[in-house]
């Protein structure tokens, strides 16, 4: 009597790593097509960080370098070296406040245009055509294309702040406001996801507990 014989045929070393490679195109595929939106919103997040951390470090050396007390209540202007105080009741003082703390963020940021304007930079960064004495805007774009904004609010109080990695702050007295977007004009142009706004107040930006 013949006993039945058993065949088995194994895969080779190049078909196992064959099959490997098809599989890891199909599911880089997969992942980049069924997930864009997560892959971008980390690209911006790690982008909102690395400006928010220019910001940051241009603001410590504004206060050691180009204040009158090493706060912000008296800027020193960097090109015409005069003291400008925020509190200063005359508007053209207060302009020319906001003209001065521009200057000393251009002096450590480097800028490629100033200002910005509707042609050239987002909505929520592009300066106003005629700012208002509690509007007060002075904008450029920085080298990598993020676009930046400097407002002074004359009321000290701003209800809402989103910026990277931090919680709202809500009634913070402050000087006024930086807004931020990292990639100029390209969507989503939303707050909290590639627009962002810093609080400033007398001791710098303002971060909440």
């Given at each position: 009597m013949q006993k039945n014989k058993i065949i088995t045929k194994a895969f080779?070393?190049?078909e196992a790593i064959?099959?490997?490679?098809?599989l890891g195109i199909i599911a880089t595929i997969m992942i980049t097509t069924l997930k864009p939106a997560k892959f971008k919103e980390k690209g911006l997040k790690v982008l909102a960080k690395k400006v928010l951390s220019e910001i940051d470090n241009a603001t410590t050396q504004i206060?050691?370098?180009d204040t009158k007390l090493g706060d912000l209540k008296y800027i020193i202007d960097p090109e015409s070296k005069v003291v400008y105080d925020i509190e200063d009741a005359n508007i053209t003082n207060k302009m020319n406040y906001v003209?001065?703390?521009r200057n000393a963020y251009k002096k450590y940021l480097t800028t490629?245009?100033?200002p910005c304007d509707a042609a050239n930079c987002s909505d929520l960064c592009a300066t106003s055509a005629s700012p208002t004495?509690?509007?007060?805007?002075r904008s450029f774009i920085l080298k990598d294309g993020a676009c930046m904004r400097i407002l002074l609010e004359m009321t000290s109080v701003f209800e809402q702040t989103i910026f990277p990695g931090e919680t709202e702050i809500r009634g913070a007295q402050l000087l006024g406001t930086i807004t931020f977007d990292i990639n100029n004009k390209?969507?989503?142009n939303l707050l909290g996801k590639d627009i962002f706004i810093l609080p400033i107040g007398i001791e710098g930006i303002i971060y909440s507990e």
């Open positions: 080779t070393m190049a064959l099959v490997m490679t098809i206060m050691l370098n003209i001065a703390l490629i245009r100033t004495s509690n509007e007060l805007k390209e969507e989503p």
